[in-house]
Every structure is written in C-alpha cells, then in structure tokens.
C-alpha cells in the first residue's frame, strides 16, 4: 500500500516515451515506466483523460510503477499531432475526439507490448480517469486478457441516444455483458459526469448481471478529484479511494 514500504528495500524506477503500434498499424507514442530489477512485474495499462497525454498522466504512471508495476500510457491524441498537452487535448476536442474503435486499438497494442516484456508476470489490469475511465470500461468489456479494471469517474458509460456521435457510436453500458473481469470504480456523488444517477444505472446493470464489481463512492467530491494541481482535488477522498485500487491491483495482479 501507499508508503507501506521497508526503509531498508532497494528501489528505482525508469520511464521513457517508447512507441507501440497502434490503430491501422501505426505508431503510437506511449509513456512507459516500470521498477528496475528481474521481477517479474505486473502490467498496468494507464487510459489518459480528456485533458491529454500530460504531465498528471506520467506522473500517475511513475506512483504505480514506484509500487511494483510496469506501467504504460498510450498517446490516444497521436492523430491531432503535437504540441502541449493543453493544445493537442483543444484540437482533440475541437474535431470530435478519438473514434472508440481506434482507441481500443491503441489499447491493444499497449497491452500486447507490456505481455511481450521479459519481466512481465502475465497478469495485466486497466485504469484510466474521466475520458480514460470509459475507455477503461470499454476495454473492460471488449479487449482479451485483463485481469481487472478501475473505472475512475468515467462519463459517457452511461449515454443517452442523442449523445452518440460517429467517434462513440455504441453506450459502452451495452457492452456489460461482455465484462468477464473484477471492476473496480471510484466516483465522486457531486459529479457532473458521470451524475450520481449514472452510477446508479450502471450499478443496477452489473447487479442484474452479476458481474463481479465494487463501487466507492464519496461525498464532497465532484469530477476528478483526484488532480492535485486542480481545484477539484479532495486530499481525504482522493488518498481513500487510492488506497482501495492499489489493495485491488494487489488482489488481482500480485
């Protein structure tokens, strides 16, 4: 668990910007960090949000890896070019966002490359916030091989008709039959997307189910309250909830 660690235990990390092959067969750039010793190390698949391939996004995937994981975060955004994360992520939104079955295959090739390593244990999970938390959901549902997710507040799993767009044709709640994997999912109830009545659908759809899911949701927390250089950031909630995904990545990864 966080800072649950011997002062006396060898530690070090590496992260690097590497590349993976994405949707059509292209590269996709992808933040990869990972301990540094034999291992073998479990795999995490980080989904980025709608705020980009940035700076909370590495450092996301440094926290993980500091706790034994081998960690890699995909550039979705690859398509709009580059620039800051703040331009690439206006340019993104500007044209629509990325088309769910292209992110699916990015996805994939992340997977694909973190099974490939010489340390890898073989065991993989997914995570991702706001945008990434669908994705997450997605992946959850349509990708094989994931040995668990966590859905961070992610909206859009619930989606009425006419929100559907050519980029997200399907409501990823459709998909929930497919889910053959533990799911985890951390919500604020002053969210605004996904609503406390979101959550509450997607619940009773795992439960009708009978999918293998556990939900923690907190009070005086709104979207993304896990962002520390954002005003939305809840110290007591975020730290909370954090500890619970790192016990479940420990349950179903280690």
Partial sequence: MWNNFQTDAYEGLIAETISVT???????????SRPLGEGPFPGILLIHHMPGW?????????????QGYSVISPNLYEDFGHGTPEEVAERAREQGGMVDKDVMEDCDGAL???????????????IGMCSGGRHTFLAACTLEGIDCAVDCWGGG?????????????????D????????????FGNEDWSPTKEDVDVLEARLKELGKDYEFHRYDGAAHGFWYYHRPMYKHEQAMDSLEKVLAFFEKHLK
Wanted: glycine content about 8%; charged content about 20%; hydrophobic content about 35%.
């Fill in 22 to 32: 994405g949707h059509g067969g292209k590269p996709v750039r992808a933040y990869y």
């Fill in 54 to 66: 940035d700076q909370f996004t590495r450092e996301t995937a440094r926290r993980f890896a500091a």
């Fill in 175 to 186: 998909y929930a039959e497919k889910l053959i994997c533990p799911l985890l999912g951390i």
């Fill in 112 to 126: 694909s490359f973190l099974r490939s390593q010489p340390n890898a244990s073989g065991r993989v999970g997914v």
């Fill in 157 to 173: 799993v619930v989606c009425p008709p006419e929100q559907l767009t050519p980029q997200r044709p399907v409501q990823p709640l």
